[in-house]
């Protein structure tokens, strides 16, 4: 009960009123209405009222009578809190214990009254609960029901249910409902073996209980109607709560429900939800109140339960108007609204009291709800309360009325104006009072009357304000006078006046005489009307007023006369208005005085009873007649003997006489005078006095200790007597009174008689009544009180135990008046000793007391019941309870085995019986079932609260007894029934052993182990579980688990995709059928580090200077980084204004900034900033672009100056090689050396103009003239000086320059050609093509114009060269060469799969050629194999490689590749394929499907899916009972174990299962039948056998068969036509490669001194691909291994230096070395389609690339053997610096010695071919790369794969050879070609060669070949010799890209110094030394050497020398270099003539 205290505590911070600010007065909480509390506990209530100020709070009896305290028993504090305390059951009184009260709470706004609160007081009773045993069928619902006494029902509620001593948690098929019944649905026969018990608890002793175990009987299904198991009845609810209508029925078929409201099924309502329970109906509300039946129904029958609901609102109740304050005399209407049920009856009260109805009060409506009262006086103030009950539910609500003297006030008013005669006005005159008043007018003192003159308007406002108008709207003269306005209500009148003047002849009015009252104030109005006048006097008896103190003449002409007097002030008054000077006009009024009665004061001396009196009332002056009248307490004394009164009344006197004066003569006596001028009165009390005497006297008096007792003491007298009690204790002689205290318990009567309403022990002893008032003596009698004692029991055990089998004696004391009598009772039952020998009764008696025994022997169990004594005798009753438990040693538990595994068992029991003491401890005893109990093992102590255990440490396939014991205080039981089981297999002991970490990259690790001792696994070893966890900061530290089957002893795994340069930590588990062994000791191990995935943060760049800016950045993230942090790349280049790109230049440092020094002036640079660390450079940030400032420019890159006139020249000049910021002007300078002036002249031009007309110059002198660029940083450099004499005949002179013009593609281009001479030149275009110029002729796509520009439109790559232009004239003629550069976009690059996870792939690619611009980046695609949603991934220039990250585990993808540059994208690469590592999910045959079957469930084994590397996403799951056709889906959630429920017992059923990852889904199928219920198995499904079964079986089985040796039969048929087709395709591959050699060896070239050197072909036949498409190929093919080697020498013999062979194959899947960049791989065209899908899906291997390892034998002179180093290429490390050797050496290429391994890694995933075409087609590659047409090319190694075209020939003269065909798809394949150096014949034929010139091809007599075909010797030899058309397709763009690739792919130029220019002169043996004028430009990929007139003599001196005078020199083709060799008249560059260049391709 002090939770309730609590929550009033709680409620007092949330006011529960209107406004407590306002109103003063709240309910803190007004809902409580009922409390209930245990005596034992007692109860502390808060008042539920209050009020602020503090309001005095008091509570009260629901009778109106105080609340007094009772020591121990109730209490009331200051505060208002009202205290019960616990008690004994003798000390209950029903007037305290079990009462109404309520509370009050007063202050000055008033005092209201809680509600009643009914508080009552509970006992501890003795009461057992109990749950019957019940039946039900198999599949129905049963229900239990826990029964509780009647007495008890309302306090007591079931708080749980427990199923053998385990607590039931709703839900499944268990159901707990809300009024505490146990419902089990789907009952099976597992339900039976239970027992059921509830657990009730007290709500307020919170004591609890626990039933009896209750069994159910499980009956197999019986057909049979509906049988109603637990219903509902009707009742009342409260709307907004939930009800649960309980309907359950079993039968046989199970019935239907059916719910009906009213007679119609349920109307849809969210509200209401159908259960299993029944039917729920939430937030109730009236609408619901009916009729609800429940039908169910079967096919055997139907039941139906109804019952009445009944909705019930709670009343609310709003009392209007609130906090209301008005006048007295108002009439004042509450209102009280009640919502909620309609039955209820109202109640009014005003400050805690009833209501009555009265003169003033009604009380009108149905229900009483209006309250009414008319003229309130003051007393009427207060709280109003009305109350509204029903059936003990009661709400109310509160209304603070002040009543205040409300006599009007005028609060808004008119003043006094002059208007004219028709000008409107208003007056207003607002005035407030209580109630509100209502307002007259006058005017002039007559009344304002409505009429058509007037218009008058009165309104009240809604806060008491009463607002009048008078509206004039024509006014005339008349209207004009004092208007006043007069406010009226019950309390008074209020009045305000002022004049309003109307213009006009001026007149008065006429006027009324007047009366005034002698003593009071009277005014005299003088009613002039019209304006204006000059003054108004008034005149009496001639004399003008005023004239004394008491007479006021306000200014509009009022006369007041205060204090009248009848001689002075009464006559006539004349009014004189002065209207002109010297008239008036005058008007008289005669005042009358007329003068009130004064009564002369009297007063009225006391007497006592018998004497007489005499009054005279005497008035003193007045206007006679005077009347006087006697009243007696208000009424009119009536003289007569009645009254006994006389009254003799003479003209101006009246006196009153009593003769016999009596007590009814005591009163308030007023004399009332009365004339015609007012009443007076005069009012005395008259005092009788009369001496105390009793009516009643004290006797002494027996009281019953706890009741109510009135001591008799009855007294009267006037004044009444006050009495007096005293109190003296004891009940001998008294020995001293004390005063009685009066308290609430203990009050004084109104006639003084004493009342104690709760008597107690110390009561008893005499008393004194004393009375006394002052006349006479007092007087006083005493008492004697007896308080007598009931029967009561002081002293008894509440509980008791004992122990079965010994004696026990209960006691119990009473006291109380003699004689008592004590009886005993069990339970119920009275005991009687006499007929039960097991109990005695004794009593003593020892002093007042009386104490019984009763005593058992022996205590058996059956006495584990309540007791009860009971003391009697004449005054009342006592009882004590006892209860008594019996205790005993426990029953023995019932004991089961629930599970069995290996080294352990699962058992449960049940204890039924714990012998009425707490089960403290069980014992388990298990041992051998061959050993006796001696040899037993023992689990002792186990805890009381489990109710099952597992006994641990078994030995595996061994056969166990078990029993078991309990234990409580008292003992040990009984051992239970002994079980037998056996213990199942075990999982290993051991954990693996010698794990060893190996970190293999920076996202893998290897582990390696050994299995566990083979005594610790415990069986065989299925597989592993290898955890593993990251340890850094930040993990979770939960390890991630993969699986893997055993393989042997020895084990190994490699973890993938873990966090780069992470710590992990590995353990390893070995599992077998049993389950999981222990983990290995956690190792740990770090990855690799990798490079970091995030670039440097916070990057900024600042221009310090023209060629100094500063790089500043912030450090990556740390987990960015994976690696330990070695330093900063800044990569940065220069961005040209032709778009172009310069040298990339990077800068590495350990501090996060850098100084970038050296750049170009006035150039935009762009920069990344990178992070490495020991595995290399991480991701590059955003591009960031900075430009360096403005300086000081170069010279002009030319001038030239040539003679116009004799007085004038032309110079032309080029803009500076380095602008060096923005040209603003060229200053020309022109000077004679002979003229004398010191300074030369200057001229300024135009920034945009390049040529300047210089005239005024003399005939005959030279001058010279020079120029210089002009920035804002200032002048710059000036050019070189040209010397210039005019003249009149000028020679043609071209004033254009030459050099190199760079455009993009099919975009217009105008090449300059201005001349000047006289007479005018020619010009003339020629483009210079092999040895020869082409006139350049106009058409479409050219034209030249007048000033002689050549414009060539949409250019194309063919329209790449040198365009030559001469300016002719008479005198002479001049020349320049113009280089055309085209640029188109880049070539394909060619894309390779690099290493693949189970979640990336990593990619690598070469580009291709880069268009003559630099690439800007690439476009990556990929998509998932079977789709065409193909992604982009944009990639930098830089890069080349990427990994896709996030992809799909065992998928495939497609990817494609593109290039782009200044052009546009390039072409895209072909389509390559890959899947990333992992497989479908496969079910391990080795693992059980299935771990437990019962009737009703089974357990799945979902450890059993291995996840083929692919973490498994669904699981799904179908099954039913076989025999059926509906399936039953499940989806899986678990990876270990899944149990499939609510099975049907005995059942076969077949079961699906389907296992998902991203790879595919696995599948797995199964059959399986539940037990019995008993848990026995049943038989397989026997299927009856028809007449046709044999047959349909013989066709079943023989169909299959057939089908499959049909299948056969195809197949082997067309796998034998493919592998003809495969050998031919291979034979002719071979025969090609020996053509082609053939004609290589047929050269005309001269024979080189030396070794002989044999044809270099290997022919190597992937042997794992025949194994794969045909294992039969090899056997077919021989036991050679597969490879046919064709030449026998070339690799062990010695090489002539001058004649060496460098041949390198491409290893694509690139492997990542440490070593420098080993091979130049120049650019290089698959020029495929994509691959067919049609041979891919052979096998997993064969989606691999090419993979190959090779030997690089360096010869020497002196030995024959090579040494040799195994090389893989890594075109990741490739620069272009090519390679870097430090000698000359020759090199060959070669397989390594395993060459049987490195065969098996040529495999072609896509089963790539080469055709003749692809060889022929890589023959021109090689040639046009390398610009040799004089070389011999040499095949070296060709891989050709065995599934090429069907169009493979050998032959190669037959010009319909189908592969010529563009339009024939070939796949790739591998060929190899090495280019040697010319021969010395070849030197002489290629001196004036420029550079090759590729053409389109042309038909001619060499049928189609391209020129570079027809200049080559070979074929000029074959076409003498043989047919003149070899069959070689021309491919014309792929001449026309690599033809341009040779010298323009860099743009840029870059000074090197010498030790760069010797390892870029070491990277391509064979080149030579350079001259003075030679020149090497460094590209990417390639190297291009320019010629000079010195000449190597041989190779060996080319590779070991270097010129130094080169360091100096400008590499590239720049304009420069042609310009040079044009001056220096070589008219155009000569070819290289000496030192060899070779180089390798490999077409793929």
């Excluded at 391509?1964 to 020149?1975: D, F, I, K, R, T």
């Excluded at 044009?2022 to 070819?2031: E, M, N, V």
Aim: aromatic share 8%; net charge neutral.
């Amino acid at each position: 009960m002090w939770l309730v205290t609590l929550l009033l505590l709680y409620s007092l911070q949330e006011v529960h009123s209107e406004d407590a600010g306002s109103t003063r007065l709240y309910f803190v909480n007004a809902s409580l209405q009922r409390v209930t509390y245990s005596s034992s506990v007692g109860v502390s209530l808060p008042c539920p009222a209050g009020g602020t100020p503090s309001a005095i709070l008091r509570w009260y009896l629901a009778t109106g009578d105080d609340i007094y305290d009772v020591p121990h028993i109730r209490h009331v504090y200051a505060n208002g809190t009202l205290q019960l305390y616990p008690f004994s059951p003798s000390a209950y009184n029903s007037y305290i214990h079990d009462n109404d009260y309520f509370c009050t709470a007063e202050n000055q706004a008033g005092k209201i009254r809680s509600p009643n609160i009914r508080i009552k007081a509970v006992f501890r009773e003795p009461y057992t609960v109990r749950v019957a045993d019940q039946r039900s069928m198999r599949g129905n619902v049963a229900v239990f029901k826990c029964l509780i006494p009647t007495a008890v029902q309302e306090y007591v509620s079931v708080v749980s249910w427990e199923r053998d001593t385990v607590s039931i948690v709703a839900g499944n098929r268990f159901l707990l409902t809300s009024f505490g019944a146990l419902y089990i649905s789907d009952v099976q026969k597992e339900d039976a073996l239970s027992t059921y018990r509830c657990i009730t608890r007290h709500k307020y002793s919170g004591e609890t209980r626990q039933s009896n175990g209750a069994r159910l009987s499980v009956m197999d299904p019986n057909e049979s109607s509906p049988t109603i198991l637990d219903s509902f009845q009707s009742g009342e609810v409260y709307a907004g709560q939930s009800i649960e209508l309980p309907c359950i029925a079993g039968g046989y078929p199970s019935p239907t429900v059916r719910w009906l409201k009213d007679g119609r099924p349920l109307p849809s309502d969210a509200r209401w939800t159908r259960r299993l329970t029944g039917l729920t109906i939430s937030d109730l509300r009236q609408e619901d109140s009916g009729n609800y039946a429940c039908e169910v129904t079967n096919s055997f029958g139907s039941k139906e339960v109804s019952g009445q609901l009944h909705i019930i609102d709670p009343l609310r109740v709003t009392l209007s108007p609130k906090n209301l304050k008005t006048g007295i005399s108002s009439t004042l209407f509450f209102t009280c609204t009640v919502e909620g049920s309609p039955e209820y009856t109202i109640n009014w009260y005003r400050n805690t009291e009833p209501i009555f109805p009265d003169q003033h009060i009604s009380i009108q409506g149905q229900h009483n709800d209006t309250l009414q009262i008319t003229a309130a006086q003051k007393f009427h103030s207060g709280a109003y309360q009305c109350f509204a009950s029903r059936k003990g539910h009661t709400s109310q609500d509160f209304s603070i009325i002040l009543l205040e003297d409300g006599t009007p006030r005028i609060v808004t008013s008119f003043s006094e104006k002059v208007v004219n005669p028709g000008e409107p006005f208003s007056l207003v005159c607002e005035a407030k009072g209580a109630p509100p008043p209502s307002i007259t007018w006058t005017l002039d003192d007559e009344p304002v009357v409505r009429d058509s003159t007037y218009k008058t308007s009165q309104y009240t406002q809604s806060d008491g304000l009463t607002v009048s108008h008078v509206n004039v709207s024509n006014p005339l003269i008349r209207d004009g006078g004092v208007y006043r306005c007069v406010a009226r209500n019950s309390a008074g009148s209020a009045e305000y006046q002022a004049r309003i003047n109307v213009r006009g002849p001026p007149r008065i009015r006429p006027m009324r005489d007047m009366t005034a009252v002698a003593g009071r104030n009277t005014y005299i109005t003088c009613r002039v009307i019209g304006y204006p006048y000059y003054s108004i006097k008034w005149l009496k008896d001639g004399m003008q007023l005023p004239d004394n103190h008491r007479q006021v003449l306000f200014d509009n002409g009022t006369l007041r006369l205060t204090d009248v007097q009848k001689g002075a002030d009464e006559g006539t008054y004349l009014c004189s208005v002065l209207i002109q000077p010297q008239v008036s006009i005058n008007q008289t009024v005669h005042v009358t005085v007329k003068v009130p009665p004064l009564i002369q004061p009297f007063d009225i001396p006391s007497t006592s009873v018998g004497k007489l009196i005499y009054i005279a009332c005497v008035v003193s002056s007045g206007d006679m007649p005077i009347r006087i009248t006697w009243h007696k307490d208000g009424q009119l004394i009536v003289p007569g003997p009645t009254s006994g009164v006389a009254i003799e009344t003479k003209e101006f006197m009246s006196s009153l006489q009593i003769s016999k004066v009596t007590l009814k003569h005591n009163g308030n006596y007023t004399c009332i005078a009365s004339n015609a001028a007012a009443t007076v009165s005069w009012e005395r009390q008259l005092i009788v006095t009369v001496p105390p005497r009793f009516v009643v006297q004290p006797n002494n008096q027996d009281c019953i200790y706890g009741k109510a007792g009135v001591l008799n003491c009855s007294v009267e007298g006037y004044p009444p007597p006050k009495v007096m009690w005293k109190h003296a204790k004891g009940v001998g002689n008294p020995q001293q009174y004390h005063p009685v205290p009066l308290t609430g318990r203990i009050q004084i009567m109104s006639n003084g008689s004493l009342l104690i309403r709760h008597v107690l022990e110390d009561d008893r002893g005499y008393y004194l009544c004393q009375a006394s008032n002052g006349v006479g003596s007092d007087i006083s009698k005493s008492m004697i009180l007896t308080v007598k004692i009931p029967a009561m029991i002081t002293s008894h055990p509440n509980t008791t135990m004992a122990r079965k089998g010994q004696t026990k004696e209960l006691n119990c004391t009473a006291r109380g008046e003699q004689p008592i009598i004590i009886r005993w009772e069990r339970g119920d039952t009275v005991i009687d000793a006499e007929r039960n020998p097991r109990y005695s009764i004794t009593i003593n008696k020892k002093g007042d007391e009386v104490i019984s025994t009763l005593k058992l022997n022996p205590a058996d169990r059956g006495d584990s019941v309540f007791f009860s004594c009971h003391a009697i005798n004449s005054y009342g009753e006592g009882r004590g309870l006892i209860q008594l438990t019996v205790q005993e040693p426990p029953d023995p538990p019932e004991l089961e085995v629930r599970e069995v595994k290996d080294r352990s068992m699962n058992l449960r029991w049940i204890q039924r019986f714990d012998g009425n003491s707490i089960i403290t401890s069980y014992d388990i005893e298990y041992k051998n079932k061959s050993d006796s109990w001696d040899h037993m093992y023992t689990t002792r102590n186990i805890s009381p609260t489990n109710n099952q255990a597992n006994i641990v440490e078994l030995h595996p396939a061994c056969v166990y007894s078990i029993r078991m014991y309990s234990y409580n205080k008292i003992g040990r039981s009984l051992p239970s029934k002994e079980l037998t089981i056996s213990t199942e297999e075990a999982p290993p002991d051991g954990p693996p052993m010698d794990v060893i970490l190996q970190p293999m990259t920076s996202q893998s690790i290897r582990v390696t182990w050994r299995a566990p001792k083979k005594e610790l696994q415990n069986g065989v070893i299925r597989g592993y579980q290898i955890g593993y966890r990251e340890n850094g900061p930040g993990s979770n530290g939960q390890y991630s688990i993969v699986e893997m089957k055993a393989t042997g002893d020895s084990e190994v795994y490699t973890l993938d995709n873990l966090k780069k340069f992470a710590q992990y930590g590995v353990v390893v588990q070995a599992f077998n059928r049993a389950g999981t062994g222990p983990s290995s000791t956690e190792i740990n191990a770090t990855t690799l580090e990798d490079v970091p995935s995030e670039p440097p943060q916070n990057i900024r760049a600042i221009s310090v200077t023209s060629d100094e800016a500063v790089i500043t950045w912030a450090e990556p993230p740390r987990l960015t980084l994976h690696g330990v942090l070695k330093g900063y790349r800044v990569v940065f280049w220069s961005l040209f204004p032709d778009g172009e790109w310069g040298e990339m230049q990077n800068i590495t440092t350990t501090r996060e900034q850098v100084e970038l020094r050296g750049l170009e002036k006035f150039t935009n640079y762009s920069v990344q900033v990178l992070a490495y660390t020991q595995a290399g450079d991480g991701v590059r940030s955003n591009v960031l672009h900075i430009q360096t400032r403005e300086d000081l420019p170069g010279p002009p890159a030319g001038i030239k100056a040539v003679p116009s006139s004799l007085s004038s020249v032309v110079v032309s000049w080029l803009p500076p090689h380095k602008p060096n910021g923005v040209i603003r002007k060229y200053t020309i300078y022109c000077s004679s050396p002979g003229s004398g002036q010191p300074a030369p002249s200057e001229y300024e031009a135009n920034p945009q103009m390049l040529f300047y007309h210089i005239t005024h110059l003399s005939r005959g002198k030279q001058y010279h003239i020079w120029a210089a660029a002009v920035t804002t940083a200032g002048r710059g450099n000036v050019s070189s000086k040209v010397i210039v004499e005019p003249a009149g005949k000028v020679p043609a002179k071209i004033l254009s320059f030459g050099g190199t013009v760079t455009t993009p593609w099919m975009k217009e281009v105008r090449l300059p050609c201005k001349s000047v001479g006289e007479p005018a030149p020619t010009i003339k275009w020629t483009k210079d093509s092999d040895d020869s110029a082409i006139p350049v002729t106009a058409d479409s796509q050219r034209q030249i114009l007048s000033n002689g520009t050549l414009v060539l439109r949409s250019v194309k790559a063919e329209d790449s060269g040198y365009y030559t232009c001469t300016a002719t004239n008479t005198l002479g003629f001049d020349t320049i060469i113009v280089n055309l550069v085209v640029q188109v976009p880049p070539d394909q690059p060619r894309l390779t799969v690099s290493t693949t996870s189970t979640s990336s792939i990593t990619l690598a690619w070469i580009p291709g050629d880069n268009g003559g611009s630099s690439i800007r980046g690439f476009v990556l695609q990929y998509s998932v194999d079977n789709t065409e949603e193909w992604r982009d991934v944009f990639i930098s220039s830089s890069e080349r490689s990427f990994r896709l990250d996030n992809l799909r585990c065992g998928t495939w993808y497609k990817v494609k590749l593109a290039a782009k540059n200044s052009v546009g994208s390039g072409r895209i690469s072909e389509i390559i394929e890959a899947k990333t590592h992992g497989r479908e999910p496969v079910f391990n045959k080795d693992q059980p499907l299935l771990t437990h079957i019962n009737s009703t469930h089974a357990g799945l084994n979902l450890q059993g899916w291995t996840s083929g590397g692919c973490p498994i996403t669904d699981m799904m799951l179908d099954f039913r009972p076989k025999g059926t056709w509906a399936w039953q889906s499940l989806k899986a959630n678990s990876t270990t174990q899944l149990f499939l429920s609510e099975l049907r017992e005995a059942t076969w059923y077949e079961l699906k299962m389907k296992a998902c990852n991203s790879a595919g889904c696995g599948n797995q199928s199964s059959q399986f039948a539940t037990t019995d219920y008993d848990g026995s198995t049943i038989p397989p499904i026997k299927s009856a056998r028809g007449e046709g079964d044999d047959v349909k079986k013989l066709f079943s089985i023989g169909s299959p068969v057939i089908l499959v040796t049909i299948g056969v039969a195809l197949l082997f048929i067309i796998r034998k036509k493919r592998k003809e087709k495969r050998l031919k395709r291979l034979r002719d591959a071979k025969s090609l490669a020996e053509m082609l050699i053939s004609k290589n060896n047929r050269s005309i070239d001269t024979p080189v001194k030396g070794p002989p050197q044999g044809p270099r072909l290997h022919i190597d036949i992937p042997r794992v691909q025949l194994l794969i498409e045909d294992k039969e190929g090899i056997k077919q093919i021989g036991e050679d291994k597969a490879a046919v080697p064709v030449t026998d020498t070339e690799f062990s013999q010695s090489v002539n230096p001058q004649n060496f062979c460098t041949g390198v194959s491409l290893h694509h899947q690139a492997l990542i070395q440490n070593s420098g960049p080993l091979i130049d791989m120049s650019d290089i065209r698959p020029g495929t389609n994509p691959v067919s899908r049609k041979s891919i899906k052979s096998a997993h291997s064969s989606r691999n690339r090419y993979s190959s390892q090779w030997t690089l034998s360096r010869p020497s002179q002196s030995q024959s053997t090579a040494s040799a180093r195994t090389l893989t290429s890594d075109w990741r490390t490739m620069g272009s610096h090519g390679i870097t050797a430090t000698e000359s050496d020759s090199y060959s290429a070669s397989l390594s010695q395993d060459t049987d391994k490195g065969r098996n890694s040529m495999v072609s995933t896509e089963s790539a071919s080469s055709t003749y075409e692809e060889l022929a087609r890589a023959y021109e590659h090689a040639k046009l790369e390398e610009h040799l047409q004089h070389a011999k090319f040499t095949i070296t190694e060709c891989f050709i794969s065995d599934s090429s075209s069907d169009q493979m020939t050998t032959g190669t003269n037959d010009p319909a050879d189908s592969m010529t065909s563009l339009s024939t798809p070939s796949e790739p394949g591998i060929c190899r070609f090495t280019a040697s150096p010319p021969k010395p014949q070849d030197y002489d034929r290629g001196k004036n060669v420029a550079v090759p010139i590729p053409h389109r091809a042309n038909k001619s007599e060499f049928c189609n070949l391209p020129l570079y075909m027809k200049t080559d010797p070979f074929f000029r030899k074959q076409g003498e010799l043989h047919d003149p058309c070899p069959a070689v397709p021309p491919r014309e763009a792929s001449i026309r890209s690599l033809t341009q690739r040779a010298y323009h792919t860099q743009g840029r130029h870059k000074t090197l110094d010498s030790a760069k220019q010797q390892a870029l002169t070491l990277g391509h043996s064979g080149l030579g030394s350079l001259g003075a004028g030679s020149g090497t430009a460094t590209l990417p990929q390639r190297t291009l050497t320019m010629p000079s007139s010195n000449v190597a003599a041989t190779a060996s001196t080319s590779s070991t020398s270097s010129n130094p005078t080169n360091s100096g020199n400008k590499m590239g083709g720049s304009r420069d270099s042609l310009l040079e060799s044009s001056s220096s008249a070589l008219g155009r560059l000569q070819k290289q003539s000496a030192g060899a260049y070779s180089k390798s391709y490999t077409l793929v």
